[in-house]
């Protein structure tokens, strides 16, 4: 069974970065597209970015593109996303989700996703 695990949550001054880290045990990654997710208390679930399997082709929500880079790993089983210049409105649980389809797409609708990670928090404060 898979599992995902996310990491590198913290609390962070507005204008600083995080790197949030994604292992996946129990299959290998690069039958997976990796998505990143968001929930802050309120609101929807939202897609923050994706990595497709094959090609490692990338999408970035509208709020974080030219912030964020997503990335993977495939010898560590791992996927990053860097974000930089991070806003109050960034704040949120971040959970990290795999997505089955070998493709050189990923989408960034929490309903294509098959299993889920627990979360990690990120708050954005000063």
């Known amino acids: 069974q898979l599992q995902l695990v996310e990491s590198g949550g913290a609390l962070v001054q507005p204008g600083g970065s995080l790197r949030l880290s994604c292992r996946v045990s129990?299959?290998?990654?690069?039958?997976?597209?990796i998505g990143w997710f968001r929930q802050a208390p309120g609101n929807e679930r939202e897609g923050v970015s994706c990595?497709?399997?094959?090609?490692?082709?990338?999408k970035y929500a509208d709020s974080v593109k030219g912030r964020f880079i997503i990335s993977r790993d495939n010898a560590k089983n791992t996927v990053y996303l860097q974000m930089n210049s991070l806003k109050p409105e960034d704040t949120a649980i971040y959970y990290c989700?795999?997505?089955?389809?070998?493709?050189?797409?990923?989408?960034?609708?929490?309903?294509?996703?098959?299993?889920w990670g627990q979360g990690t928090q990120v708050t954005v404060s000063s």
């Open positions: 990595i497709s399997s094959i090609g490692h082709n990338t």
């Open positions: 129990g299959d290998s990654l690069i039958y997976y597209a």
């Open positions: 989700a795999a997505d089955g389809a070998v493709s050189g797409l990923c989408q960034m609708t929490f309903l294509q996703y098959e299993s």
